[in-house]
């Protein structure tokens, strides 16, 4: 059974970025997993852990080739060291296929020094690793073969007099300790910006050497016009790209693979997302850190069932979980990548000739997504739920659907 046992709140920043430390108490012996970092703590009894993000640039000497950032660095303290048996730090990297071909290790920093120490086990979100002692530690991986990234896009926006529109683009990789880093920049520059909340995650997996250009509709100046992509997590100053449009007008912004042609991300940018700044700015937001309980697991390769078990303030007043609404089904399809057909006509049962007459009727992706999607829970009825997406996703779905149907269970 799984169960939420704790929860603690933390501040935000104005711009949406978490307050830290983080701080958790753990009653009992058991795995639990944080919702907004992703890390897995396993205990063998009562204990208070504070954790926080750290940036990797402050270290980029430590991380020595062939060895790279692998995802988020944590600096991880705990009141009954012994008590914390393993730490399972969450990844940025898409192992498709090529799983064999990677190597998964920790960089542990101790004082002015450094020791890469064996990881205990890897899944496709997830390194654990076995706790030696307490200090700064994060992921890293050795690929034989090109590294493709799950990534992000984050949007801000000058905030000034002039009726012009002026904005800043940052393309990283879906790993915290990277945003952190772009919001610490955003935060000292000698400019003023606001957080455009718009769905960050790349709908293709980003590839480290290959070309991307930023297109803007209407047309827009943006410099420079192409990036290479590289992961900038030991960069102390984060590359961007600069819009600016004329015209305070409504207007879309994509990224688009060179080498392909195809669409990464895209969004659609009006006056309503900045023009309540000004009202807004001086509000301090709290965030709600939820710790579950996890099942025990021989390996974490065998992906385990995340989903908890609603306590009764989270549900209707009759106890029964809402059924997905439109709103939440769009968000879950704008995540899926390419083997999104696949994975409907393995975990959810649908059938081929659906999926194709849904992309027979309608051209873009994402709606052919979202079509596939109610189709499921419109045949689930009442177990049309998060949680059930959840149990028929899990094995074969990205990390950050499973991280948004948690979002929506809780």
């Known amino acids: 059974m799984t169960l939420m046992l704790s929860v603690c709140e933390v501040g935000s920043d104005v711009d949406g970025s978490w307050a830290e430390p983080f701080v958790v108490q753990l009653d009992a012996e058991g795995t639990y997993q944080c919702s907004l970092t992703g890390l897995i703590f396993e205990v063998t009894g009562a204990v208070k852990i504070t954790y926080s993000l750290l940036s990797w640039s402050k270290y980029a000497n430590l991380v ?146 290959k070309r991307y250009r930023l297109v803007c509709e209407p047309e827009a100046e943006i410099t420079p016009e192409e990036i290479e992509f590289v992961d900038g997590s030991l960069l102390k100053l984060k590359s961007y790209i600069e819009v600016y449009l004329e015209k305070p007008d409504d207007f879309t912004l994509s990224l688009v693979e060179l080498e392909s042609d195809a669409t990464v991300w895209k969004a659609k940018l009006r006056e309503s997302d900045w023009i309540h700044y000004d009202q807004n700015k001086n509000e ?48 879950i399809a704008k995540l899926f990548g390419r083997q999104w057909r696949e994975i409907a006509i393995e975990c959810l049962q649908m059938e081929m000739k659906d999926i194709e007459q849904i992309q027979a009727t309608e051209e873009e992706v994402n709606i052919q997504k979202f079509l596939v999607l109610s189709k499921w829970r419109d045949r689930e009825q009442s177990n049309g739920t998060a949680e059930a997406l959840y149990r028929s996703l899990h094995e074969k779905a990205p990390y950050e659907i499973l991280q948004a149907l948690q979002g929506f269970s809780s």
């Open 64 to 209: 020595e080739k062939p060895w790279i950032v692998g995802g988020p660095l944590f600096d991880v303290r705990c009141d009954s060291a012994a008590a914390l048996t393993s730490i399972q730090f969450p990844h940025s990297l898409c192992l498709g296929d090529h799983g064999a071909g990677m190597a998964f290790k920790v960089l542990h920093i101790k004082g002015e020094g450094a020791a890469i120490e064996p990881s205990a086990d890897y899944s496709a979100s997830h390194v654990k690793w076995l706790v030696s002692s307490l200090s700064p530690v994060g992921p890293l991986i050795q690929s034989q073969e090109p590294v493709q990234y799950h990534g992000a896009v984050i949007l801000y926006k000058v905030v000034d007099e002039h009726p012009s529109l002026s904005f800043r683009v940052y393309v990283a990789t879906n790993n915290d300790s990277f945003i952190k880093d772009i919001s610490r920049a955003v935060k000292h520059s000698n400019k003023k910006f606001v957080k455009i909340d718009k769905p960050p995650v790349c709908q293709k997996l980003l590839q480290k050497g």
């Open 284 to 331: 301090q937001k709290r965030s709600a850190v939820s710790v579950k309980k996890r099942k025990p697991a021989i390996s974490i390769l065998e992906e385990e069932e995340l989903c908890s078990k609603k306590q009764k303030t989270g549900n209707n007043g009759d106890g029964i979980e809402p059924k997905l609404t439109d709103q939440q089904l769009m968000v």
